[in-house]
């Protein structure tokens, strides 16, 4: 079953990261450009506006100057005493109804009483130069004459007031648009370089942090790679990192995990065929004799009544014996495990091993509590296994103290479980014991437990040892209901 490793940020952090990196960026540049485009906007109207007023104070002025020429003009037809600019005056006034109109659409709101006022003063002069002034003058009338020049230099005066009020007006919102302008101008140079600022902040920002996250990383997993490369140790190189980088990381564990898994059982692989080399040349030449030897030994101490040369006959037979049982278990190690599957009645197994265990070992306490099951297994070979890990179990206890069994099943197979009572298996140690010729007894081949391990592998389950607080050791074996394909023989 693949478990699911837990990744910091989640699996997607750095391209969040990337994503939201170039979002903010990009929504920052873009609110700028907006807020750009609105004040050049309002900067392009402000100054639309400018030229609006200014052709409006234009025409102001010519409207205050065309005042001042009208009166000029009176003042030569009343001086010379013809009536040939009647019309003329008859036409101006028609002009400045016309300009005043159109200049009234254009001056605040708060001028366009002036306009009104300076067309009535104006139609007033227009009364009074048609009505009294001219006539009088043609007349002789100086008398009527020098009222009506007063009556009109007043209007001519009051219109031309007007006229530069308006004008000044004009020219006092000209100038405060232009101000309004300048002040756009600034808040978008302002803006535009404010914005260029916090665009080269998140810039600098996020390459710092997509060097933190990235960066640094790849570079950590680069000379990783490139120590595993070189055939080095690996130190794991996880945690590192966030999202995609550090699923990558566990990638790398993983694989430098299984690399050294590989080479340590390609290893394990050549050692076994070397050592199957060396017990197939040996095996005869040591079996032979062994065997002959033991059948003299054995006919001598049938012929010796006793005594100390029977003693010694019988401790020579166990030497012969221990090395005839070394090159076996030699020949079992190198040779892989060739499995005869049967229906195996596990708990049987276990109580029969437990009672032959019990009549071959004077004081052997033995508690076997084995739950019900049928495995697909070696018989055989399965009770290889759990009569070694129960001699081991004796030799490490106190003579005083019980061996425990335990059989219990679990999802699609079995766990066998044998306690001992003994001081436990050092640290240094336990990640060596099912190494072949590593044994923790003085005369010990070191070949038993890696025999057991071989077996339990080719019926595709699994053996370790662990450690409970009340001390000893539990040798826990745990065997599927059947083997998987390919591993019989």
């Known amino acids: 079953m693949r478990v699911e490793r837990s990744v ?3 699996r997607r952090a750095v391209t969040r990261a990337l994503v939201t990196a170039f979002v903010a960026i990009a929504l920052v540049a873009v609110a700028v450009c907006v807020v750009l485009m609105v004040m050049l906007n309002r900067v392009g109207e402000e100054l639309d506006t400018v030229r609006e007023d200014g052709r409006a104070v234009r025409d102001g002025l010519s409207l205050a100057l065309s005042v001042r020429e009208h009166y000029v003009h009176e003042a030569h037809t009343v001086i010379c005493g013809d009536r040939e600019q009647v019309q003329a005056h008859r036409d101006w006034i ?13 001056v605040p709101r708060s001028e366009r009483h002036r306009l009104a006022h300076l067309l009535r003063v104006s139609e007033r002069l ?3 130069f048609i009505d009294e002034l001219l006539p009088a003058a043609l ?3 100086d008398e009527t004459v020098h009222e ?8 001519s005066e009051q219109a031309t007031d007007d006229a530069d009020a308006v004008v000044r007006a004009l020219e006092a919102r000209m100038d405060q648009t232009r101000r309004g302008a300048e002040r756009a101008s600034t808040v978008a140079m302002v803006t535009a370089w404010g914005g260029l600022a916090i665009v080269f902040l998140m810039v600098v920002t996020f390459s710092l942090r997509l060097r933190s996250a990235i960066f640094r990383p790849l570079q950590l997993l680069a000379e990783a ?4 490369g070189r055939g080095e140790e690996v130190t794991p190189i996880s945690p590192l990192g966030r999202g995609e980088i550090a699923t990558v990381a566990h990638a790398f564990d993983a694989m430098a995990q299984g690399i050294r898994e590989r080479e340590k059982a390609l290893v394990e692989s050549e050692r076994m065929a070397a050592i199957g080399q060396l017990a197939a040349g040996i095996a005869h030449e040591i079996n032979n004799p062994i065997h002959i030897i033991r059948g003299y030994l054995k006919t001598m101490m049938q012929e010796v009544e006793g005594g100390l040369a029977l003693e010694e006959l019988q401790i020579l037979d166990e030497e012969a014996e221990a090395c005839q049982r070394i090159v076996d278990d030699l020949l079992a190690y190198a040779r892989a495990p060739q499995l005869e599957l049967r229906e195996l009645d596990i708990q049987a197994l276990l109580r029969d091993v437990a009672d032959r265990l019990r009549n071959t070992t004077p004081g052997a306490t033995i508690d076997v509590d084995a739950e019900p099951r049928t495995l697909q297994a070696d018989p055989v070979r399965v009770r290889q296994v759990v009569s070694n890990l129960l001699k081991n179990a004796f030799d490490a206890s106190p003579e005083d103290q019980e061996v425990r069994v335990r059989g219990e099943e679990i999802d699609d197979g079995y766990r066998i479980t ?3 009572c003994g001081p436990g298996i050092p640290v240094a140690e336990r990640e060596h014991i099912f190494e072949p010729f590593h044994s923790r007894k003085a005369d010990g081949a070191g070949l038993g437990l890696a025999v057991c391990r071989a077996i339990v592998r080719a019926h595709g389950g ?15 074996v745990e065997l599927p209901s059947a083997p998987k394909a390919g591993r019989t023989g």
Request: glycine letters at 14%; aromatic letters at 0%; charged letters at 30%.
């Open 8 to 10: 910091p940020g989640g």
């Open 94 to 106: 028609e002009r400045l109804r016309v300009g005043v109109a159109e200049l009234s659409l254009r």
């Open 126 to 128: 227009d009364r009074v």
């Open 139 to 141: 007349e002789g009338d």
């Open 148 to 155: 009506a020049h007063t009556e009109a230099e007043r209007l």
């Open 225 to 228: 790679a490139g120590q595993l």
């Open 418 to 420: 044998v306690s001992d």
């Open 462 to 476: 699994t053996i370790e040892a662990s450690h409970p607080e009340q001390g000893g050791t539990d040798m826990v």
